[in-house]
């Protein structure tokens, strides 16, 4: 059984400019949240798609948006990226959107910018 | 709103000691209490939770985490710290109206002396 993975693994962009980043779910998961983690601290949630729907939305502007698609995978965009912007970015999966379902993490995208 | 504070960004301690890492949480509902380890370019994986039920929850690699409602609290505890212990660790909440949405707290970096 494939776990959740992630691409690309790291990423450098500069201010102002757009970034996808993908994620493919574990076989059998129809629910991804995406997270941010700044460098020391914790993540925090940024939103959640539920059989490509958005399902929940965390404290970010717009210009952070996603999609799911029909085999589940997703991706997150990022427009007009700012310098706050750099950090590790988690995927994490779940067989459904209930609240205490375990969540399988990936290994995040490292973004920076420049 | 809830939210998780973890007492002590960095603990240390000697193989064979006692690990104790702290979690104190906020919540006007009854939550649902996680532990994640995070080992260097990796992702997050969950020790244990805790949902209902009994409030002493086992996990892997040998931890534990007792939910004390009286104190707000969901410490995890290992009797003995092994090398391969040293990590990142966060707890998180939840709670059945969140659809999933983690709160986490800024992280124990554990080390392990030998």
């Known amino acids: 059984e494939t776990g959740v993975t992630q691409s690309p693994t790291h990423l450098i962009k500069t201010r102002g400019q757009q970034v996808t980043l993908r994620c493919s779910s574990q076989?059998?998961?129809?629910?991804v949240s995406w997270y941010q983690q700044a460098l020391g601290q914790g993540p925090q949630f940024i939103f959640q798609y539920y059989r490509e729907e958005e399902n929940g939305r965390g404290n970010f502007p717009p210009r952070f948006s996603g999609l799911q698609f029909p085999n589940y995978s997703s991706e997150l965009n990022v427009n007009a990226l700012e310098l706050d912007d750099s950090a590790l970015y988690l995927c994490?999966?779940?067989?459904?959107?209930?609240?205490?379902?375990?969540?399988?993490f990936g290994p995040g995208t490292r973004l920076t910018v420049l | 709103a809830q939210s998780v504070t973890q007492l002590g960004s960095h603990v240390s301690v000697s193989e064979g000691a006692l690990v104790l890492l702290r979690c104190n949480y906020s919540?006007?509902?009854?939550?649902?209490l996680f532990w994640y380890v995070q080992y260097p370019n990796q992702g997050l994986q969950l020790l244990l939770k805790y949902t209902t039920g009994a409030t002493l929850v086992k996990g892997i690699n040998g931890f534990e985490a007792e939910f004390k409602k009286s104190e707000t609290s969901f410490h995890l505890t290992k009797p003995s710290a092994h090398m391969s212990d040293a990590a990142e660790y966060f707890c998180a909440v939840t709670n059945y109206n969140q659809g999933g949405k983690l709160i986490f707290g800024q992280g124990t970096e554990l080390s392990v002396k030998p």
């Open positions: 076989s059998g998961h129809n629910t």
């Open positions: 994490a999966s779940s067989p459904d959107r209930g609240q205490y379902n375990e969540q399988f």
């Open positions: 919540s006007s509902v009854p939550p649902y």
